[in-house]
């Protein structure tokens, strides 16, 4: 039986979700297909590879520099930006730290990140409860 793992970050923690489904997996790995979820909600494409070609050619390395940072070999960091193999998230986590991205940025559809505000206690608005 194949599943599937969807990984969500909330703050500094990680929410996982295990789905099993009897289908057999996608024809290309490393990105996730549009296909319907257990639930009927389209899952998203995440196109991992293209992130890392991207990330490694802004900074002008090699595959073989990527491959001795991290540890890894030339053939699996290739095979990963070319959507041959899905990277556990281990993987991806290591890759993720070499780069100094947050994981989620493999899994982010626009680069830009999402605004916030650290408001104070003092700085709070108060909006009352409104029960009907």
Known sequence: MNYFIIAKYIGDKTMMTMFFAPASPPAVQGSLPATDCLDG???PEYNIGAKIRELRSI???TLQDVANETGFSTALI????????SPPIATLSKIAVFFDVRIG???SESEEEAPFEVLRSGQRT???RVVS
């Open 41 to 43: 909600d389209m899952m």
């Open 78 to 85: 290739s095979q990963i930006e070319n959507n041959k193999i």
């Open 126 to 128: 108060i909006i009352p």
């Open 59 to 61: 900074r002008k390395l």
């Open 105 to 107: 940025h493999f899994f």
